[in-house]
């Protein structure tokens, strides 16, 4: 039981390079988030999914393109990358809201340059 | 709209000593939630608190969460150097989680 995973670990860009994120869980959550953390801002939301096949905008999409594909892979992608999106993004998932909560799950997060 | 403000935003703690994390945040919820992260590494989660009054312990680690005041605590007994990391609240919002800004413990010797 891998938990929460995300591909790469690290990688640098340059500014108008496009790449994709891989978030993959294995626990059969219906929901994933994808957060970028900068210092001092905490955590921030740029996109959600509920399910397979959906997702929505969260606090800071611009720049962003999601994709839910497959009920356990959340795909991250930056069309032309920005020295602004320099961050480390995390990937999570939890299942919909019930007596236990929805607790979040996080995985290891990608650090992401971009020159 | 949400806010999630926790306070303060940097502690450094004397081993042995008691300190409490504060949670404060701006609209109704009933679920709030602790997270601990290390420098370099991911959130983990620590506390799952999901309803008035709710009291959670794990060691030197006591959380609770007072709905009516849109207050949640973090008190911490006795530091001690593994303590050390940045800890989050986050609430529960129109089924998101609202994170603070967190709090960045360092104990001291």
């Known amino acids: 039981n891998a938990g929460v995973t995300q591909t790469p670990k690290f990688r640098v860009l340059k500014t108008g390079q496009s790449m994709t994120l891989l978030c993959a869980q294995d626990?059969?959550?219906?929901?994933m988030y994808w957060y970028r953390q900068d210092p001092g801002m905490g955590l921030r939301l740029i996109h959600y999914?509920?399910?397979?096949?959906?997702?929505a905008k969260g606090e800071v999409p611009d720049g962003y393109n999601v994709s839910r594909l497959k009920k356990q892979n959340f795909l991250l992608g930056l069309e032309s990358a920005a020295p602004s999106q320099t961050s480390v993004y995390f990937c999570a998932s939890s299942a919909p809201l019930g007596f236990l909560g929805d607790e979040q799950f996080f995985g290891p997060g990608t650090r992401l340059t971009v020159l | 709209e949400l806010k999630v403000e926790q306070n303060p935003l940097f502690l450094s703690m004397q081993e042995g000593k008691n300190y409490t994390i504060y949670c404060n945040y701006s609209?109704?919820?009933?679920?709030l939630y602790w997270y601990r992260q290390d420098p370099g590494k991911s959130l983990e989660s620590l506390f799952v608190?999901?309803?008035?009054?709710a009291v959670k312990q794990e060691g030197r680690l006591m959380a609770s969460l007072d709905t009516k005041a849109r207050l949640s605590t973090l008190h911490i007994t006795a530091a001690v150097h593994d303590l050390s990391a940045t800890y989050f609240c986050a609430v529960g919002s129109q089924g998101n989680l609202i994170f603070g800004k967190g709090t960045k413990l360092s104990v001291k010797p």
């Open positions: 626990m059969n959550h219906e929901y």
């Open positions: 608190l999901l309803s008035n009054g």
């Open positions: 999914s509920v399910g397979e096949g959906t997702t």
């Open positions: 609209t109704t919820s009933d679920r």
